[in-house]
């Protein structure tokens, strides 16, 4: 994959780019790695988590959760996939300290099973 400077089109390989760090670019422009794009967040009772990194799950889950509960949708599935569990545990103590939070169990195996976590929000 390669990252083009916006100023002369001249290409850079991405591993340049590790860890968020910018590249100064011959022609004088300053690289960025990516540039961050705000998009709307569909609010229907369903968030993938794999988009996300693990630092921002402690604010999005909460705040996602509390925009269903304003457009009513009281049954939430939150998939954080299988991998190691870290972020299962993370998501669970999570919804455990939520007054919001009326219940949560694993989905069925046709909804993700132990990858993702079904929450039951008070009305």
């Known amino acids: 994959m390669a990252i083009v400077c916006p100023a002369c089109g001249r290409q850079y390989d991405a591993t340049l780019f590790e860890f968020g760090r910018s590249v100064a670019c011959d022609c004088g422009e300053v690289v960025q790695p990516f540039e961050p794009v705000p998009m709307e967040m569909p609010i229907d009772g369903e968030l993938d988590l794999h988009t996300f990194l693990p630092a921002e799950v402690k604010d999005l889950v909460p705040e996602y959760?509390?925009?269903c509960r304003e457009r009513g949708i009281l049954r939430v599935r939150v998939?954080?996939?299988k991998?190691?569990?870290?972020?299962?545990?993370?998501?669970r103590a999570l919804l455990e300290r939520l007054d919001e939070?009326?219940?949560f169990e694993p989905a069925?195996?046709?909804?993700?099973?132990?990858?993702?976590t079904i929450v039951h929000l008070r009305k």
């Open 79 to 81: 998939v954080h996939g």
């Open 83 to 91: 991998g190691t569990g870290a972020l299962l545990r993370t998501v």
């Open 108 to 116: 069925e195996p046709g909804e993700g099973g132990w990858g993702a």
């Open 101 to 103: 939070v009326e219940s």
């Open 65 to 67: 959760l509390r925009a």
